[in-house]
């Protein structure tokens, strides 16, 4: 009996180790820095310059209404086109609170993370914005070196 409890203490505090990372942590940050120049810098603004140093060349994205796309190259022409060529622009914005920071270890050396939450869309349209839909978001991001790619996509429960 004594065992089992013991493995039962133990297991909790494993999963506490590798849980969530506080908005606090180290790694919260660089997500909400990674986030930023996906979103607010390269979806928003169409600066898409940086892509190529922050999205993995074997990129998987894939979305509830749009399909799959497959590559940094298809990812970049997509974003290019279909976000920042068209004439109604399309602006994204991260729900307060809602993003999570998920750490991967091998080893016990940090090797991914998955930084999972919502966010809202907005349409321009005749000068105003309008409400869009509200979606949750799953990404994989691996450490290729020093710097970390976007390696795995989910974009999911697009709803008004």
């Known amino acids: 009996m004594r065992k089992i409890q013991l493995l039962i203490i133990l297991g909790f505090f494993s999963q506490m180790v590798y849980a969530q990372v506080k908005p606090t942590d180290e790694l919260?940050?660089?997500?909400?820095?990674l986030d930023s120049l996906i979103f607010d810098i390269g979806f928003n603004k169409c600066d898409l310059s940086h892509y190529d140093s922050i999205v993995s060349?074997?990129?998987e994205f894939y979305h509830d209404k749009g399909g799959i796309t497959s590559g940094?190259?298809?990812f970049t022409i997509s974003i290019?086109?279909?976000?920042?060529?068209n004439p109604n622009k399309v602006r994204r914005e991260l729900v307060?609170?809602?993003?999570?920071?998920?750490p991967l270890y091998n080893?016990?050396?940090?090797y991914a993370f998955i930084q999972e939450g919502e966010h809202d869309f907005?349409?321009?349209d005749k000068g105003k914005w309008n409400k869009g839909s509200r979606a949750k978001f799953t990404i994989l991001w691996i450490l290729d070196g020093k710097d970390w790619k976007m390696k795995r996509v989910l974009?999911?429960?697009?709803?008004?």
């Open 80 to 85: 290019k086109n279909n976000i920042c060529g």
């Open 122 to 124: 907005a349409e321009l």
């Open 107 to 110: 080893n016990n050396v940090l």
């Open 155 to 160: 974009s999911y429960d697009h709803h008004l």
């Open 72 to 74: 940094k190259e298809a």
């Open 28 to 33: 919260y940050k660089t997500a909400k820095k």
């Open 96 to 102: 307060p609170n809602s993003m999570k920071v998920y």
């Open 57 to 59: 060349d074997d990129l």
